[in-house]
């Protein structure tokens, strides 16, 4: 028998989870949870849009210190696929991320 998905749960946090139970073997999936949740993630729906938002509104202030310290935050609780992802939909709606960006990160 292969590993047992919650299908309640969006696909990226799902591995992400996953990913935590490999790397954090001595602890178990309910002290993750339960770190996850005082630590502040909220799995409800709509949590991407408000960190697109979030990144939106960095991007129009001009916030690149900010800016850069939440992407590592989202980068860390959920990969860089999820990151990839809200810069993609910000460049969508015509939001130009490289001017806060270019040095964020480095």
């Known amino acids: 028998m292969g590993?047992?998905?919650s299908v309640r749960l969006p696909l990226a946090v799902d591995r992400w989870f996953a990913d935590r139970?490999?790397?954090?073997?001595e602890r178990s999936p309910s002290e993750v949870l339960v770190a996850l949740v005082h630590g502040g993630?909220?799995?409800r729906e709509g949590y991407m849009a408000i960190h697109r938002?979030?990144?939106e509104h960095y991007v129009s202030t001009g916030q690149r210190?900010?800016?850069a310290a939440y992407t590592r935050c989202l980068l860390d609780t959920f990969g860089a696929?999820?990151?990839a992802h809200?810069?993609?939909w910000l460049a969508a709606d015509g939001i130009?991320?490289?001017v806060v960006r270019a040095d964020a990160l480095t």
């Not at 139970?21 to 073997?25: A, E, S």
């Open 3 to 5: 590993p047992t998905r």
């Open 21 to 25: 139970l490999d790397r954090d073997r």
């Open 41 to 43: 993630l909220r799995l």
């Open 53 to 55: 938002r979030v990144l």
């Open 65 to 67: 210190d900010v800016y």
């Open 81 to 83: 696929d999820y990151v």
């Open 86 to 88: 809200l810069e993609k």
């Open 96 to 98: 130009d991320v490289g």
